[in-house]
């Protein structure tokens, strides 16, 4: 593009014609698209012999790669003629366009210092780019194999990638035809919801209320125009089907990845060439064209950097585990190994999970630490009279803490009766964090009545039970880790029992403190649990509750219907295929440690499901709604395992005096005495004591903090619950009444730790880590290993710990490699997902890119000021108007 | 299909939503929320004050007195802008203390960027346009045009991101860098800039659109006049009908129908001279009502412009077609000048996110959707560049060409969500519900909405 005319120039002198023959702008599209298609071309051909060449590579160094080249692509490409014949072709065409090109090359020059031909370029580029949004690009983007398979191909990937093209294209037009909105479904909030919201916004404040109705006016209209939508793509399948070949055909469905992107973009670089260097540095450092030609020569840089990391990049995953010994030999990959390593620990080309796209780093990972650290967490649930929580589980706000946090809760009206706005009764403020805590003990003791006030007692036993989660099976024999276990009194009337299950489901316990202890044992064996179910019909929901026994069938309202089918007490999937592990054991004898029901759920109209439904799980909050083929029907399972079958039932009991009574199912009563092991079958347990009105405080201790002169956190890495200073104002904004406590948590079960009950206040603090999202940061520490001059691994000294961790955001690098935190999987701690990039690109494209930004900067920032200073006269603007 | 006067009551809810954004008191909000309804006071009185000023500044630019004295006027409405956007700024600052991060994370939150943005580049761009100054009444008028555009802008952009969820989120991974900021920041800057400059352009076409409108046979009469003014009204009603929920509203096609009549009718009657100027106002009306933020920006422009000709030409003082060539001329210097701010922070900010991925996932250009959009809005300004500065566009020309950007810019700030390759897309932070992807395999974080009845708390019991 030349640059006769631009800045101060330009702004005064109008259009003026660039050459004795101006390049109309049809001629200059044409020409494009047809230098363009040559260079097409160009690399289709040459793409066939640079695979060749890297499979060489492989095995052999550069040079020796490319003396043994032309044999190795007569062997591979030649044998088939045509093949042949095309790159002879494609040899003669390469020299006689050279030949033309020199020759001809004044025109050439004019061409692309023509303006019309600059737009021209850059219209297409920015169309070709439109093309990629417009139409939805098949993934991973960075690989350049990745293909839609024919319909039928066995295993291909056709119907998936229809799938996805059907969706996000419908989307797309669904939308472009409903128009700020019109004819969309409306978002029907059930007035049930709605009632909540006002209690709701009372305890937890208007704003949170207020954001709760903005998510429930998304989740159903989002649900409902979901629905639209799946209707419209189903509608136009065939139209969308069609365009989908076509698309594909044309390959603008990787667009990036294709052959013609890469050649338009030649020729942009080969336009701004011709623009850019003409003229000597004289034209090219004078300051009214400075920035210019900088933005120019850094997008050259940018282009060929881009260049480069298409031509060499590769792209894969490498899974490492901590202590890798176990599960790869040493933990290190090398091509010169005879075993393959397993499927997952390999570094593959393009995550194709396929031998052939095996590709070796010249050097060993293994990972030395891993941690994820979570958010620190609070969440409050307010009581009503009878301490029982206001609010299902997953209603709960969560609320992350820092240091100074405030959080206003409990508003009430102003007690003067003016009608004003409400007051909060409650401020919770973070005093501090510590990022490790340890709890030392619980202090435990009966309640004295002016703590109680008028609310209920609350009976607990306390028992000291083996700790399941702290044995560890390699040490058998040793002395099992035991932990303290508060069993609460069944309420007298209340169905809801706290319950103690047997690691071996030897047998059951509850507690009860008032009333006759033999009436809370079932009559009839066979019932689960309650299942919490939501209807959608004709737009409103309806809520019930229906016990669940297996094989039993449930009829809903809408003629919707559920059958329990089968039930498990330990319910866990393959962490990496995501099936089931089926235990394989009788429901009766199995552990309690993640209940599940299979309920089979049947439409009217045809449609079911077989879904699985974990304890407590809420299908609104882990949005498993979109998985649902009947998402109209929404099951919540709670899991009652006193009823449900299992071991023997037992009832604790004790007296005003202390006096303890184990009653069997078959009405054997013994009397047991404080610290004695309770006579039942299968795991110890120790009854410690009984109390009538339960009061107990953990001792949490802070520890502190470790603090490294190299920034190293060693924190990160501990597994060490949080600590948490939290102050407590009760009426915060009235000076007369306000008093405030502050209390120190951990989080952590032991102990209760992580809970604070304010029986007065009615509300319970919990203070916990939270899983439930993305964490606050995962970081891995990694060791190279290199073979030495005998071949053994050896580990490479690099530095301290703090050189080679890694972390989102901040990659490690060796050798060519840049190695980043991509992945975790919440069900395997010790895992760590290293992504690995080699990609020589990289510092010319940063480089480039710097170099445009400070060419825009210099051209659009500096120069008017410069060239204002130049001309002693600020106002630039010229004046026109008389 | 239910009347008009049924939905009145929901039209005057929405009134008094809006005048709910004037409320600085009480309704527990957030400080950051209380900060952004004193901006919207602060707007509510910079409007009528740049109308004033721009008043007698037009008055003293007809009468021909010279000289660049300032007005009490100009003077307060330069304190109210600065006193806006120090409010904004101080709402942005309360807002990071509520979140604990950079709050640019929702979709409110960078709204609420945004039209500090808007305030900001507006005071830095009456430094860089020296309109005031330099140009004497005639140009403070403009001025104070645009900064009267720029408050109802900050007002609307306020009252709808008030409109959305507020709640804090938690930084994911990838965007706890130290990228986030500046590379927000340049963006939601330039964006804002260049609307400013798309602005400018905008004015500019409104008032050609009702000065030519003057010359057909069709608007030369005052019943083709009313007609489309009628038609202008029908269409606001239309859109504001359908923000305050209004279910009458015709078929969703209507909106394509009326662009496609008026591409359809300005490109069959291009030759015939006596009926362009009617095709041209049948698609410049509907362009403009069809624009996704027509109702805040394109049709109050229209009809503000339409009842300054109308007053002019009352007065018989339309502008003469050499006047109306000289302030084509001016109106494109001084949107390019805009422009010449506002692109290198769009560059700055595209390649900042360039640097940011290679740092997060070794991987300077992904071609993202998200990535791509931005990469489209650079190029259209690439493009204007050249062709203003080389291929000799100017005037009305280059300045369709900034629309083109600031459009490209609304698909990448706000439509970029509904865009067919964007569903698998690594920046879908802000929208509601959506777990951003971000390279990562964990787990999805919990949804946005819980929707549970009150029923359901039985659970518990």
Known sequence: MSKTQDGENASTSAAAPTGPKRIGFGAAILGVVGLTAVGWIALEVLSSHWRVYQQLRETHSAWDALTTLPGATADANWSDTRLLVRDVIFVAFTIFFGIFAWLSRASFTRFFRSMNVGVAVVLLATLSVVSGVLIPQIGPPDDSTVRVDAPDAPGGNYREQFDEFRWAVGYFLYHLGHLYGVGMPEADIPPAAIAGLDGFSRKYGLEEAGNRRKGMEAAFSGNAKTLAIEDFTIRNEKRLRSAFDLVTRLHLNRVYRSFWFASLLTVLAVAIVFNTFHGGPKRWLKPSKFGFFLVHVGMLVLLTGGALSRTFTVRGICNLHLGGLDRNGDGVYDRSRDEMPPVEDGFYRSNIPDAEHLRFMPFGLSLEAFARRDWPALQVTFLDEEGVPLAFKSRLPTYTLWNGREIDLDYVDPPDGSGGDPEPRLRLIVRALHERATVAGVVTRERTAAERGDGPASPVAELRVPDARRIDPSRIGEAVPSRQEFLFAAAPGSSDVDCVSDLTAKFRLVAVREGDPTVRFPGREGRLGACYVRTLVEGENVDERIDVRLGEVNELPGGYRIVFQRATKWYQTDPRTGTEIEIGIPLAQQPLMNPAVVALVTAPDGRSESRVLQDGVDPMERKLVDSYDVPEVLLTLDWDDWTAPGGARYVLTWDANDRATLISQDGDRTDVALGERLPMEGMPVELVDVFDDFAYEADVRFRDPIVRDDGWNEEFYSRDPRGLELEIVHWPEDARRRTSEIVSMASTRAGAAGIHIDRESAFVLEFFENTAGFPFEWRSVLRVHERDASGNWVEKDLGDPRSREIRVNDYFFYKGYRMFQTNANETMPGYSGIGVVFDPGIPLAIAGMWIVIAGAAFAFLVRPILLARGRGNRGAVPTRQG | ?461
């Open chain 2, 1 to 461: 299909m239910q009347t008009t006067a049924l939905h009145l009551p929901q039209a005057l809810v929405a009134t008094t939503g809006f005048l709910d954004s004037l409320d600085p008191f009480g309704h527990q909000l957030h400080d950051s929320g209380v900060l952004l309804r004193w901006v919207n006071i602060a707007c509510a009185i910079g409007i009528p004050v740049a109308v004033v000023s721009g008043l007698a500044h037009r008055r003293a630019a007809l009468t021909g007195a010279d000289g660049t004295h300032e007005t009490v006027f100009g003077r307060l409405l330069r304190l109210v802008l600065w006193a806006a956007c120090a409010l904004s700024l101080l709402s942005v600052h309360a807002r990071w203390g509520e979140v604990n991060h950079f709050p640019s994370q929702t979709m409110s939150e960078v709204l609420v960027m945004f039209s500090t943005a808007l305030l900001l580049s507006m005071g830095v761009l009456q430094l860089a346009l020296h309109l005031r100054k330099a140009h004497g009444h005639a140009w403070a008028t403009v001025d104070d045009t645009l900064v009267a555009a720029v408050f109802a802008g900050v007002w609307a952009t306020n009252h709808y991101s008030s409109s959305l969820s507020t709640a804090q989120r938690d930084l994911p991974p990838a965007l706890q860098s130290y990228w986030f900021a500046p590379h927000l920041s340049c963006l939601i800057f330039s964006y804002a800039t260049l609307s400013i400059a798309a602005l400018l352009a905008t004015v500019f076409f409104a008032l050609r659109f009702w000065i030519n409108l003057r010359e057909t046979r069709f608007g030369g009469t005052r019943g083709g006049r009313a007609v489309v003014w009628a038609v202008l009204a029908a269409t606001g009603g239309l859109l504001l009908s359908i923000r305050t929920g209004a279910s009458w509203v015709p078929n969703p096609s209507f909106f394509w129908a009326l662009l496609a009549l008026g591409v359809v009718a300005s490109w069959l009657l291009r030759a015939q001279p006596a009926y362009r100027s009617a095709a041209t106002l049948v698609l410049t009306v509907t362009w403009m009502a069809f624009l996704p933020f027509g109702q805040f920006v394109t049709l109050p422009i229209l009809m503000i412009v339409g009842a300054v000709v109308s007053g002019m030409a009352s007065k018989s003082a339309i502008p003469s077609a050499e006047r109306m060539g000289a302030l084509e001329g001016t109106l494109d210097s001084v949107s390019f000048r805009a422009f010449a701010v506002g692109f290198p922070f769009l560059t700055a900010g595209l390649f900042q996110g360039a640097f940011w991925a290679q740092e997060a996932w070794a991987n300077y250009w992904g071609w993202d959707s998200k990535e791509n959009t931005a990469l489209i809005s650079w190029l259209v300004y690439v493009l204007y560049v050249h062709l203003r500065l080389l291929g000799g566009y100017r005037g009305a020309k280059s300045m369709g060409v900034l629309v083109a950007g600031a459009l490209s810019i609304f698909m990448t700030f706000q439509i970029f969500g509904y865009l067919p390759d964007s569903q698998k897309s690594m920046h879908r932070y802000t929208d509601d519900g959506v777990a951003p992807r971000e390279g990562m395999q964990g787990p999805s974080p919990e949804a946005s909405a819980r929707v549970e009845t009150e029923s359901t708390s039985e659970n518990a019991r």
